[in-house]
């Protein structure tokens, strides 16, 4: 085939004789044949990638600094000769050439040498001494791949005088940079139709420098210059161009890959201006200038987003500079998985940069192997695929990180889907008994309260859902039972379910979706669309005995929406809990959290005003309680009559709700059982106000709320108190009432206290309540001035919400009115010790437990400490008078031995008896549970 323009470029190895009498017999392509100029014949596989240069070619290339390995050893060889040019004829006698021209046994009876291989060829003889005169086909080949076969028929003197044969068994293989133009190389030669391979082979072969070298330059930019001159239209040049830039995108992709361990010059930063066109130099200017997105590198990814992309580079663009706008709490990067795009996408690496990896498939592998493929190049912790067509919102990622952190039972959370147009697209999805899917929630409005809490779904869409990789990797990845795509989400998530974690859709995190603007939407067509029909058929054979469970299509979706639900809570409140303000709203917080763990979905009514009330009922929906809120539903008794199912338990917190909703409740919802969480006994804390006080209209006031407190009760089958006393207190006035006391979650924290020049004390507490302003005042009037004698220096900080004048009045250089923090802890940091100075009040005391879960000691009243049931250890801590609330303030600042004692006393005091499994315990028991 190629024969003549190789003739023509061959130059032999040495020169033959010149007449009949001294040159040998010529030989042929076989045995007995005449050969004449015919005798060397070089082939080319068809997968070859360019002509060979035949063997007495001189090249004028600088040497490359081949180095040749054993296949078998991988250490270099000594032998054969390497040289800097084209091998010059070994000449019989000369050192060393006795032994090379006595070969090396090759299949017991064959015999040959490899006399030299660089990076111009390789050159050697073989011969079979039992056939003399027979020419040996040879084949070369490029790992599995073949790349020429020659007949080793060359003449060559010196193996005649050595007596080899009739001198003609010589071979010479020329090689080029564009037939090998890798870095790697790993080359066998052997005879055709034989598996032994000639002396030292296999070799590997592996280049030093880096870049083409001229020829290949020559070559390339020879190509180049024939298709540009062949072009008569400006498309002509489509393909060339798609081809170049394809090249320089592939060497840019692993430029960024063997960097990632260091910073990396920019894409533009490497290309030298001076050698641009200014139309080259333009466009990359303009890319870097328009386009350019980084994100900063980190080392420790906590999530890797992986975005799977196939053309569409305008939507891949808009996709992460959303993400880089919004950014997030956690460290991320980014990993787009290129499945052989031909648009604007081959100028990626222009574009993107820093945690932004681009990972490029050689062909194209479809949207689940490439995800897969994206996984295998991620670095983090947990993955999260996202589909180029999208657009993510404020805190998406941390929403969906802090969901799977939060509950280690939950193995997948999915985002919230909208349409562009604000609609909302799914939140969450169903699968129906036949396999078919629907979006929960289509076309609805985002704002429903029904789409706004973290809930178990059937499954979310992979469009935006995250996995801890752990999981993924053990649960095989995304199946590829189902390429190219469809169905390998829903499959995950059934799988996970079947693991027994949970799949559950977190409606904070919200993600824009162009639906079908990757894959197109008809299911009917040639497009990849119609895969969803495939592979819903595969889906159901593999689940069918799992849907079995499930409704036919459309029959009762607001139950199927959350099929996993047994029981069914409701929780009324006044308002919305602010559990970081008062105690009453941390007590029933915690409750609902206890609810939950106890297997409740937990509905939430701010009965007093049904007011959406954030970022407190923003937490409540993340952590999947159902609130309900105007303008949805416009009051209790609204929710009641539209309610689909009973509720099997109604948890009323306070008087104000009992007192109101008790009736109700067994009206709607007669098998309902009722709990009524007083918070405190407004009575009893009325009463001891009036004594202090010493108001007679006050006393008159409390006896009133006595009784409608009292009334209030028979309604339910269970009263919550927090206090011991307070138990007591109800068992003399109401026998015939079921009392239960249950105080609420407390995790003991650890506190790293900052340095201060002064010693500091606290008071917290809600200033909405009459008690604390009344404490607080007398801590200023009563406590500051003996504190000033025994502790010189000491600061009072006043802190909580809701501050009136009156206590903000307060203020000195040695009296501080904070008002609210949004954290305790800062003020903990601070502080000694904290002090509760009440007079009056009842129930138990959620500042005295903060502060001990934070191993701070509180000095106390006796009102102060009433239900708590210290240790005598703490004893100490409880004092009433003015004087012994200084004195026993002054020991602990000075006394480090005693305050250390105190200190362990209080988180031992806490973990025994307000941690959450005692709480869940307390709870389930006043919930009349089956154990």
């Known amino acids: 085939m190629a024969r003549p323009s190789q003739q023509r470029k061959r130059r032999t190895a040495a020169p033959e004789p010149a007449d009949s009498e ?31 240069a035949l063997a007495g070619e001189v090249s004028s290339e600088p040497l490359h600094g081949l180095h040749l390995v054993s296949g078998e050893a991988a250490v270099a060889l000594p032998s054969p000769v390497v040289l800097s040019s084209a091998a010059a ?73 050595a007596g080899i044969g009739d001198g003609r068994h010589g071979f010479t293989i020329g090689f080029s940079e564009t037939l090998l133009p890798y870095a790697r190389h790993t080359l066998h030669l052997r005879p055709v139709g034989s598996t032994v391979e000639l002396p030292s082979f296999p070799l590997e072969m592996t280049r030093d420098h880096i870049g083409f070298d001229a020829s290949a330059m020559r070559f390339l930019l020879g190509n180049v210059a024939a298709e540009t001159a062949r072009a008569q239209e400006a498309d002509d040049l489509a393909p060339l161009i798609n081809n170049l830039v394809e090249l320089l995108d592939q060497a840019l992709s692993q430029y960024y890959a063997l960097s990632a361990e260091k910073a ?112 295998e190049a991620a670095r983090g912790a947990y993955v999260v695929f996202l589909n180029n067509d999208t657009e993510v919102k404020p805190r998406w990622l941390d929403e969906l990180y802090e969901t799977l952190r939060r509950d280690p039972k939950i193995g997948i959370a999915g ?16 699968v129906w008994r036949l396999g078919d899917g629907w979006n929960w929630g289509r076309d609805q409005d985002p704002a429903d309260p029904r789409f706004c809490y973290m809930r178990d779904t059937d499954y979310v869409s992979g469009a935006a859902l995250m996995i801890k990789s752990s999981l993924f990797r053990e649960l095989g990845q995304f199946d590829e039972y ?52 495939i592979n819903h058929r595969k889906f159901f054979e593999r689940w069918k005995d799992t849907l079995a469970t499930h409704r036919f299509n459309g029959e009762l979706p607001e139950l199927e929406a959350e099929r996993s639900v047994r029981m069914r809570a409701l929780v009324i409140d006044d308002s919305v809990p602010e559990p970081d303000k008062d105690a009453g709203s941390n007590a029933v917080f915690q409750h609902i959290l206890t609810l939950q763990r106890l297997g409740y979905k937990v509905t939430f009514i701010p009965g007093d005003n049904m007011a959406r009330l954030d970022p407190y009922t923003a937490e409540l929906q993340r952590r999947g309680v159902e609130c309900l809120y105007h303008p949805f539903y416009f009051s209790v008794e609204d929710v009641f009559r539209k309610q689909p199912l009973p509720f099997d338990l109604v948890y009323l917190h306070r008087y104000s709700n009992a007192s109101k909703y008790g009736g109700m409740v067994r009206q709607h919802f007669p098998k309902a059982r009722i709990l009524y969480s007083v918070a405190d006994l407004h009575f009893l804390r009325l009463e001891r106000q009036a004594e202090v006080e010493k108001d007679a209209v006050l006393r008159q006031k409390a006896e009133q709320m006595r009784r409608l407190e009292l009334g209030a009760m028979f309604f339910a089958d269970c009263v919550i108190v927090h206090s011991a006393v307070e138990a007591e207190l109800l068992a003399k006035l109401a026998p015939g009432v079921q009392v239960q006391v249950i105080p609420w979650t407390v995790e003991p924290r650890e506190i790293t206290p900052s340095e201060t020049e002064r010693p500091t004390i606290a008071f917290v507490g809600g200033y909405r309540h009459e008690p604390n302003i009344d404490a607080a005042k007398w801590a200023a009037a009563e406590l500051m001035p003996r504190l000033r004698k025994e502790v010189p220096g000491i600061e009072l900080l006043l802190v ?17 009115p904070l008002g609210y923090v949004p954290s305790l802890d800062a003020v903990f940091a601070r502080v000694r010790l904290t002090i509760a100075p009440l007079r009056y009040g009842a129930g ?48 602990l600042c000075r006394d480090e031995a005693e305050y250390r004692r105190i200190v362990d006393a209080c988180k031992a005091y806490m973990s025994a008896n307000y941690s959450a499994q005692r709480i869940d315990a307390l709870l389930k028991e006043a919930c009349a549970l089956a154990s």
Request: glycine share 10%.
């Open 844 to 891: 138990l005391k959620g500042k005295v437990l903060e502060s001990f879960a934070a191993g701070i000691p509180c000095v106390m009243t006796t009102i102060a400490a009433e239900g708590l049931d210290l240790p005598k250890a703490m004893l100490p801590l409880v004092v009433d008078e003015p004087e012994e609330i200084a004195a026993r303030v002054a020991k």
């Open 800 to 816: 909580g919400s809701h501050m009136p004048v009156e206590v903000s009045a307060l203020a000195e250089k040695d009296v501080v």
């Open 415 to 430: 985002s919230k889907l909208l349409f562009p147009d604000g609609r909302l697209q799914e939140c969450g999805g169903i």
């Open 264 to 375: 990396a010059l920019a894409t533009a930063d490497m290309l030298n201006p001076a050698a641009l066109t200014g139309q080259v130099q333009t466009l990359v200017e303009s890319i870097q200038r328009n386009y350019a997105l980084h994100l900063d590198d980190t080392e420790h990814p906590v999530v890797s987003i992986v975005i799977p992309v196939y053309n569409k580079f305008d939507l891949t663009y808009q996709c992460i500079r959303s993400i880089q706008q919004h950014g997030a709490e956690i460290p991320y990067e980014i990993v787009i998985v290129d499945d052989c795009s031909r648009d604007e996408t081959l100028f990626a690496n222009f574009v993107f940069s820093g945690a932004i990896r681009i990972v490029r498939n050689a062909a194209n592998q479809s949207f689940i192997r490439s995800c897969n493929r994206g996984f």
């Open 89 to 161: 004829p070994l000449v019989a006698g000369a050192a060393g050439s006795q032994v090379e021209l006595a070969g090396v046994p090759i299949e017991g009876r064959l015999r040959g040498n490899l006399d030299y291989a660089d990076w111009s060829g390789i050159k050697g003889w073989i011969w079979d001494p039992t056939e003399p005169d027979k020419r040996i086909a040879l084949e070369l080949l490029d790992g599995d791949n073949l790349l020429a076969t020659v007949l080793a028929g060359e003449y060559r003197p010196d193996l005649l005088d």
């Open 22 to 52: 001294t040159a040998p017999p010529q030989a042929g392509g076989e045995a007995g044949d005449e050969g004449g100029e015919g005798a060397l014949v070089v082939e080319l596989s068809d997968i070859g990638q360019a002509e060979l």
């Open 482 to 533: 189902y390429c190219p795509l469809y169905y390998e989400d829903t499959d995950l998530c059934f799988k996970v379910r079947q693991r027994g974690y949970r799949t559950v859709v977190q409606p904070a995190s919200e993600v824009i979706h162009s639906e079908g603007a990757s894959a197109g939407t008809s299911v009917t067509g040639t497009g990849v669309k119609r895969f969803q029909a």
